[in-house]
């Protein structure tokens, strides 16, 4: 939000949704302002924090079974008017690790299957299509992996996508 106006305040607030991915349907919502509903000025390129609690009482967890899918919607008004909002697609999950009881995701023992994956497809090298990235992650998945290791290079967010998608660990 910029101060173009050269106001010593604006009044904004925060929005949040939470929707299933699946079905759309709003599972919580929130709204959250700065402290006395205005926002003072702040140094260029500085960070406003606004905290912002939302509960997902009864949320369905993700697993590789169950890929429960949600969609955080985040919108930021000054006034009345909208000026800009971002979605965020998550899982909600636990996951604990431990010498004697291993991994536990949603508190069941789980076996890590999977193999190590480089970026790059035969004949495309790493021009690969967005499309292809889900395919890859259900190939694996026919195959039994619940996991897949990305190699070498930070992996495509399209890559990530499909494996919160598909139920694979990354």
């Known amino acids: ?24 349907a709003l599972v919580a919502a929130a709204t959250a302002a700065p402290a006395g509903g205005a926002l003072a000025p702040t140094a260029p390129g500085a960070p406003l924090v606004v905290p912002c609690n939302v509960s997902l009482p009864g949320a369905a967890l993700w697993s590789p079974s169950t890929p429960e899918l949600y969609v955080l ?5 000054a006034g009345a008017a909208p000026v800009d909002a971002v979605n965020v697609t998550f899982g ?21 299957l999977g193999c190590a994956n480089h970026q790059d497809f035969a004949g495309l090298g790493v021009a690969v299509p967005d499309a292809l990235q889900a395919y890859r992650v ?30 694979m660990l990354v």
């Open 138 to 167: 259900r190939a694996l998945r026919a195959l039994g992996a619940n996991a897949w290791r990305t190699a070498h290079n930070a992996p495509n967010p399209a890559l990530l996508d499909a494996c919160d998608a598909e139920g």
């Open 1 to 24: 939000l910029e101060n173009s106006a050269g106001a010593a305040t604006a009044d904004v607030a925060l929005s949040l949704r939470v929707v299933r991915k699946a079905t759309g």
């Open 73 to 77: 919607e985040v919108t930021l008004a």
């Open 92 to 112: 909600a999950r636990r996951t604990a690790w431990s010498a004697d009881g291993g991994f536990r995701l949603n508190d069941v023992p789980t076996k890590i």
